[in-house]
């Protein structure tokens, strides 16, 4: 009621331009998501080299992909695991 | 040194071709030698732009299946004399010119131009490659409105894909009231969004209608916040310092100026 009584004279809480900025933010997430299959296989390869400083995984098993919802992106990554190393084989 | 450099949007209609009349023009007060390219062909307008509708011959289809030599294509500009037109063809379609016969042109260009600018057709297929090929600069032309950013971003994309690196913004038709009023994206919200470097914000200027029912360039008219702005950008791309022009509502006496036009 209160909203409406606002719009009638113009003063909207937030301003069209904000609005404006925060689609366009999102949009372009989702629009700059869609990267190649290369792309794809070095950012993989990156996050193999990180992970098996700290534990043995199953690199063939291994998958890493982008979900979409209406209000986020998500980069998920499924990372079957084999071994957990010793602390003492840490590599700093 | 010389430079080829691409003006390019994404979306249609936000000023491209407007920009490269302008530019040229401008480079050409400075005493610049300088070619534009009309690549929008089946929709040439750069011609209209700038004056030179009846003085058409030939065209860039014409040269790059080598009918004649580029020279022959070659329009002059009627006040500013070393400012050259190579119009495109208004019959054919954007397929007619690959990226290998641009390249090969703009190679020649260069060697007698300061300045190759080539007017890039709207949207993301086989014209807008072509037309970016040969580029050393791109300059990217949006306005404040969401889907010409998105449509900016997704150009500055395509841009890197091809490694056109040297990527500059152009925020065209900013209404300074609609700003003040929080209603508009701003120069700096564009520029945060895409993270590019911005080069130039044109206020929206009853002026360039005008000037470009006349076929004059509003970079000519002293009076103009528009021809202003493209001067600064011009300057920008020369490698000056310029400071942005404040976007700031008319005031009163600016109004009254208008009326009387003085």
Known sequence: ?92 | MSEIIVVTSGKGGVGKTTTTANLGVGFAARGKKVVLIDTDTGLRNLDLLLGLENRIMYDLIDVTEGRVPYKKALVRHKRHESLYLLPTSQTKDKSAVNSQQMNSLCNELIKDFDYVIIDCPAGIEQGFQTAISAADTAVVVTIPEISAVRDADKIIGELGRAEKDNIKLIVNRIRPDMVKKGDMLTMDDIDEILSIDCIGQIPDDELVVTSTNRGEPVITNPVSSAGKAYKNIVGRLCGENIPFMEIVPEGFFAKVKKIFKM
């Open chain 1, 1 to 92: 009621m209160l909203d409406a009584i606002m719009k009638i004279f113009g003063k909207e809480s937030k301003s069209s331009k904000d609005i404006a900025r925060d689609r366009l933010r999102l949009v372009l997430v989702h629009d700059r998501a869609n990267i190649s299959p290369q792309l794809m296989e070095v950012l993989k390869d990156d996050m193999i080299k990180v992970i098996s400083n700290y534990m043995e995984i199953n690199e063939r098993d291994m998958e890493v992909s982008f979900t979409n919802d209406n209000s986020s992106v998500a980069l998920v990554a499924n990372i079957p695991i084999e071994r957990m190393k010793h602390s003492a084989e840490f590599k700093r």
